[in-house]
């Protein structure tokens, strides 16, 4: 097991895994906000990631990270993506369950896969093709878009993976330049302005929350969000955008079981399928990816 995690594509699977479980708790809290309690969507997302950056704050100003940028046009470009994306992600959970919205969202590694490709020139071998194609596959299995059971709404976690991959794309390609720290300090320091815009559109919401539950649970949200960003944001920095995909799908199973103890979002049994490919797929990659380190290491 050690000699599993000593290289630094494990290492970045691991934080990948760890960014995911911590991003389903989110999923869980902002559902309830969503659906429990009743709050907008531009509410919700101003609040959570303004929380985020509360928290992120004097963690940063005691660390040594070098927060000078000359790429200021890409981190808006990256903030931009990533609003949108979250902007459309709660949106979906307002009206679909955790597990369905989870496994829509399980298109973003073939935008991200084909990103890497075409615009960060990475080599995209084809183990990790094959693996992002079983991870679809098993998203396809538990969604079953034809079915009756399909909605609309569905189309926003979808929207939101395209709009995610391209924000994950310009993060992979600013590690090379910007420090992870210094990539988490944007983020929430630029999202918090754009979303406190679009909450003051007219019918938004704006930034009223209704009582002590909603203050305890968008703080506990945004306290997980900055945990889980920078997590995202190491794991970008030390292994391929491409390689790292797959190992999002695992964020699955931390979804759905919340959503059961949560909402009582029992998924079809197609589910469990569907979820055998999706982490099937992750932990094969990882060992081929794993003994061709230790091979060429020989």
């Known amino acids: 097991m050690t000699r599993m995690f000593s290289s630094p594509t494990a290492t970045g699977a691991a934080l990948m895994i760890l960014a995911g479980a911590m991003f389903a708790v989110v999923n869980t809290l902002v559902q309830y906000a969503a659906m429990g309690l009743g709050i907008a969507a531009p509410t919700i997302t101003f609040w959570q990631y303004l929380t985020a950056l509360l928290f992120t704050l004097p963690w940063l100003a005691v660390s040594r990270a070098d927060f000078r940028t ?26 679909v369950p955790i597990w369905q919205a989870i496994s829509l969202i399980m298109l973003s590694p073939f935008f991200v896969t084909a990103g890497a490709a075409l615009l960060l020139g990475e080599r995209v071998t084809s183990p990790r093709w094959i693996a992002v194609a079983l991870g679809i596959l098993g998203g396809a299995v538990i969604l079953q878009p034809w079915s009756d059971a399909f909605t609309p709404w569905a189309l926003a976690p979808v929207a939101a993976a395209a709009l995610w991959a391209g924000s994950s794309l310009m993060t992979k390609r600013m590690t090379a330049t910007e420090s992870p720290e210094a990539l988490t300090l944007y983020l929430l320091a630029l999202l918090t302005p754009l979303n406190a815009g679009l909450a003051l559109f007219p019918g938004a919401g704006g930034f009223a929350l209704p009582g002590a539950a909603a203050i305890t649970t968008l703080a506990v949200a945004g306290l997980l969000t900055a945990l889980a960003q920078y997590a995202l944001a190491r794991a970008y920095a030390t292994a391929d955008a491409a390689f790292l995909q797959p190992f999002d799908h695992v964020k699955l199973p931390f979804n759905v079981g919340l959503g059961i103890l949560a909402f009582g979002f029992v998924p079809p049994g197609s589910m469990w399928l569907g979820s055998a490919l999706i982490v099937g797929a992750s932990l094969w990659l990882l060992a081929r990816e794993e003994h061709g380190a230790n091979l060429a290491v020989k």
């Not at 000359?70 to 307002?94: D, I, K």
């Open 70 to 95: 000359r790429r200021f046009g890409a981190h808006l470009l990256r903030v931009g993506l990533a609003v949108g994306g979250v902007q459309l992600w709660v949106l979906g959970l307002a009206h």
